[in-house]
């Protein structure tokens, strides 16, 4: 899946282990947040065909509007580029 909201360009692949534990790496060593961990790559492989859920509920129910993938991905970006995780 690639996903490019405002001219922002990600690739999201699940390859597992050798995808975050790099990552969890330079995270011990920079004290820095790790971006994705192992353990959460792991669950997303696992769950990504097993569980699909609906935000109808929630929308009727509780009133609450969700925001596209790409307005919420441009908003992350630009936290981490203003607190010094992604170069600005």
Not at 2 to 27: F, K, M, T, W, Y
Not at 48 to 61: C, G, L, P
Not at 63 to 74: A, Q, V, Y
Request: hydrophobic share 40%; charged share 25%; with cysteine.
């Amino acid at each position: 899946m690639v996903l490019e909201p405002a001219g922002i360009q990600c690739r999201v692949e699940l390859r597992h282990q050798e995808d975050a534990l790099p990552q969890e790496l330079q995270a011990r060593l920079t004290r820095k947040p790790v971006l994705i961990g192992w353990a959460t790559v792991n669950i997303m492989a696992n769950e990504m065909e097993k569980s699909r859920f609906s935000h109808a509920k929630s929308k009727t129910q509780l009133g609450l509007e969700f925001r596209s993938i790409e307005e919420t991905l441009r908003d992350e970006v630009g936290w981490y580029r203003s607190n010094g995780y992604l170069p600005a």
